[in-house]
């Protein structure tokens, strides 16, 4: 769930980075435009959010699952692990 947040903080993250682009290149007016289309009209705020957190999701997942596979791996004795050098020489 804290994916999704994520998502959703990123998606307002953008919005609010371009609104403040905009408000310095044009005037208050245009800056109302583009919050009003961003938020309401195309609802990007909630789309780009849904699609950032599937990515951030999916992303995780692969992690996750990469993660686990190495694990089982290691139980079986197929992947060496790494082990520090005890061939040091022995001095007297």
Known sequence: MWL????????LAYGACAATVIYAVTDEATTQEFVTAYVASFNVLITLGIVTATALIVRY???LYRLQSRQRLMARNC????????NAAITA
């Open 61 to 63: 997942a692969q992690n």
């Open 4 to 11: 999704l947040f994520a998502g959703f903080a990123l998606s």
């Open 79 to 86: 992947v060496k692990q790494s082990t520090p050098n005890t």
